[in-house]
């Protein structure tokens, strides 16, 4: 019996053969008034994008390493990744950290994960291009603001406390649609058919 529950559980979430996979709008997740063209939100279960996500960042939590200025940290590197910042290009390295206004973009075949300091985390993917707009977290009211964009490729994420205490706080965008969240871990996958200059 037991078998045949798992089996069933494992149905749901595995397409048939030849059959292109269902792209879901999580439960969450509100589009602002434009809708996407060429943007793909992937909702997954839980514990498979916790366990992707602490794969990606080789951290189950934020580790109290930022500095005063700084909203996150780089938890993993693989490949190509640059951190832009005030006209300058620098390599991300693990322990880097990030500020509001930072550009992270990464090449073919690369991947960053990043903790920013509400335990939010951020998995991007391979050549994508994301924006840190606007990032504030008051660590005693979890009051805050967090304004992302991403402009090309793919992101990964899994909402921390801010999220949590003000889900109408974190908004993520892309050059066509603006995402409300709420308390949910989702992908936002942007194509080609957006501009992602």
Known sequence: MRQRTERSRAARYCPKDNQEPRRLLPRGLRFGARRPTAITVVTMHKQAVNYALVFACGCAAAIDTFGADSIGVVKTVKGSVHIERTAQSMDAAVG???????????????????????NTLLSEGSSSVLELNQFAFDTTTHDGTLDATIRRGSLAVVDGKLAKAHPEAVRFSTPTTTLGVRGTEFIIEVGDGENGH
């Open 96 to 118: 880097s950290e990030v500020f509001k206004s930072d550009r992270i973009v990464t090449g073919p075949a690369s991947s960053v994960g990043i903790t920013l300091r509400d």
